[in-house]
């Protein structure tokens, strides 16, 4: 007993002083490796400062050209190349609601039709799925100009021939994006486990019983987030626009099928953007920041979505 | 002897179910109309190419160094417009590559979960940025406020008093691709197993010595894959080149010329009312080709490379 009443400060004693060796010794890094890796941090810091820094100045510089032409006559007037005071982006906005609204009606169910034949339905070791596979990631990646000289050539012209028309350059950017939301929502449905399937078919349920009502719905927040996404980038697409008819100056409300032209928003961006008159510049920076806001709504609810409605399994 | 409670129940379904295999046809319809969209991307350019090429001997547009479609008669030197497009996308690169790669070392293993949480979502609103915003941005800031003041002297010619500068479009489609690096080397470096890291610590390495001789070259082939995605997109980016970097053909790597890059030639020709069968129309869809040419394979070893990592780690 007493023996032992000696002993336990002596072992506490022990441990501190091996503690204390220890972190001494773990502490003491040579100089020049804790000046090296604080150098690296620092740089590494650096980098992702000055990407922030370019997004910040890219806000700020919209802001201050453009909060000068910044009215609702922005959104109530036509444009105009003759009264830059007076010219706004009415006709581009509708033109631009037309546009991502056939998007939407064209994308949602071929989309999720193609992810879910590819994620419930193939069988991965035929050939011809494998190619779908590869197809679509190789599409994703296509210069959206291509899709442009898909459109005019395909669609405007050749075997569709439909003309400068809204709609055509309506399918040209759904078919720019199909792949994004192809992609995306294959991720979602991939997520559902495969426990939930068997249950649902041991219980007897069909194969698209077992889709349209546990696979669907379990996936519904990772598609949004994919088709959000998707629209929102065809919102700010041009180059593909510039190829199938949206560039000219449109003063009266475009449909859908009207022969008589169309614009679109981001175009009349660039329409202006190109006019070095200090006027067509606040204009163009206000429909920059018009677009902008549209769209950072529109990405902040899609990752919010994604951050909410994220199922862990 | 049967079992009890009478024949077994069969297990199959009672019927055809002609609904279900309906079904399957019409999502396979969907999968199979992405294969059609290629197919009528490569018949769209095709066609008109072999009409080009009819006119236009083929060593004269992949070897002539002179692109002058308006002039009579025209010279198609594809070499032209193809310096152009890689003029801008080589600045781009130097841009984007160090900044795109700090960050997703710095997210991936130096953040606290907390910046991390916030400056990811951050970084893919700049992905989101259309890019005729970052053309105007380009165009009517970073030439004129930070190339211009900053460029010294008559360095190459000089940047004073010119509308136009490849550099411009390079920074400005550096701007667009950070956030593609970033997010794609940032997902390869996360993937690499946390014991290879602890293993690392054990044997004594310091975290930078973990990070850069560790977990870079085991995410090497996800990075790599990052930066020839980005190439690929630096290649096909037309708005921010259209308005920052011009519509000059100019046959130089030169930082400080004005350019004229593949993508823009295609926008600013097809535009409107271009005759149906002209040359310059056919010029069109040879440049298209070859855009799609050169994009396609470093989409494939993109592919090739990100298939790699999860092969390995996931």
Redesign the interface.
Known sequence: MAGLGAAAPRNRLATAGARATTRAMLRD?PRG?VI??TA??G??????L???A??M??LI??FA?GSSALSLDLFTNPPSTAFPEKAGFRTAILGSLELIAGVILFVI???I??A???E???DKTRWW?R??E??????A??????????G???LV??PFDLGFILAAGSLTLA?LV??MV?IAAREAIRAVPDSIRQGSLALGA???QTIRRQVLPASVPGIATGVI?AV??A?????PL??VGA??FVTFDPTPFSPDGYSAM?VQ??NY??RPQEEF?AL??AG?IV??AV??AM??FA?WLRNRYEQRW | MEPAGGPPRRLQ?PGP?Y??KA??G??????????L??T??V???V??TIGFFEIVPVGDFFFGTDWTPQFEPPSFGVLAIVAGTFNVALWGMLFAI??????A???SE?AAPRVRKT?K??????A??????????A???ILPEIIQPLWPGELFGGAVGKPFLALAGGLGVG?MI??II?SISEDAMSAVPHGLREGAYAMGA???KV??RVVFPAALSGIVASIV?AI??A?????IV??AAGSTPNFTLNPVEPIQAM?AY??VT???DIS?GSLDYKS??AV?TL??AI??V???I??RLVRRYREVYE
Not at chain 1, 134 to 139: D, G, S, Y
Not at chain 1, 141 to 150: C, E, F, Q, R, T
Request: charge should be positive.
């Open positions: 890094q490796d090296r890796n690296f941090a740089l590494l810091l650096l980098a992702i000055i990407a922030l370019g997004l100045a890219l510089q919209a050209k169910p071929v989309g039709g193609a879910l034949y590819l419930e339905y193939a799925n190619l779908i590869v197809n679509i990631q190789n599409l990646a296509v210069p959206s100009i291509i899709y442009g000289i898909l005019l050539a395909f012209r050749g078919l199909l792949p192809i069909t194969k698209w996404l929102s980038r919102l700010g697409e041009t180059a510039l190829l560039t000219v981001p961006i660039f953007a190109v510049q163009a920076a920059i677009m902008l769209l950072l990405n902040s990752i | 379904a179910r609904g279900e079904i399957h019409l999502l396979a319809l969907c999968g199979i109309l992405s294969v969209t290629t009528a991307i018949i769209s350019l066609g008109p160090p900044i795109g790669l700090g960050a070392i710095y997210l130096y400056v979502p951050i970084l893919e609103i700049l989101g940025i259309p890019t005729v915003a970052i053309g105007f941005f165009a009517s800031f701007l950070v956030p970033a310091t975290k930078l990070a850069t995605l690929s997109r290649v096909g980016e037309t708005m259209l308005l993508t295609i926008g097809a535009t409107g149906t069109v869809f298209g855009l799609f994009t396609l470093m989409n494939m993109s592919i």
